[in-house]
């Protein structure tokens, strides 16, 4: 199994569509029990919150966020949790809007300290 992901700050490799999630965008994680939650904020994002499980690799979380334009939008996504050769963390996630169309993949990394 990959390193907790406790503390750790994340972010996305590549932009996503416009308002949403980009590279500009920080995620802090936080584990405990094989319960994970996180606060992520930046770019197009005022505000975002996930909750979810972990089992193993396996995350399974739902998110929700505000963004700058004043809308809310939320989602479900599973994501694997990779171990990197340079020992941060990797996210390899697929993801689904529950409260508009659309679905698709992203990846997110551990930011080097």
Same mark, same amino acid.
Not at 85 to 92: S, Y
């Given at each position: 199994?990959?390193r ?5 700050? @994340? ?9 949403q ?12 029990g094989?319960r ?22 396996a ?6 966020? @505000? ?10 996504? @599973?994501?694997t ?7 941060r963390?990797? @996210? ?13 993949t992203?990846?997110?990394e551990?930011?080097?300290?």
């Amino acid at each position: 199994m990959a390193r907790s992901l406790d503390g750790l700050v @994340l972010a996305p490799v590549a932009d996503q569509a416009p308002g949403q999630v980009g590279t500009r965008t920080r995620f802090t994680y936080h584990e405990q029990g094989g319960r994970i939650w996180a606060e992520y904020a930046g770019g197009d994002v005022v505000r975002g919150h996930l909750v979810g499980t972990r089992d193993g690799d396996a995350l399974d979380f739902r998110y929700v966020q @505000l963004k700058q334009d004043g809308t809310t939008s939320s989602g479900h996504c @599973l994501s694997t949790v990779v171990d990197l050769a340079d020992g941060r963390v990797r @996210l390899e996630e697929r993801w689904e809007w529950e409260s508009q169309e659309g679905s698709g993949t992203s990846v997110v990394e551990e930011v080097a300290s």
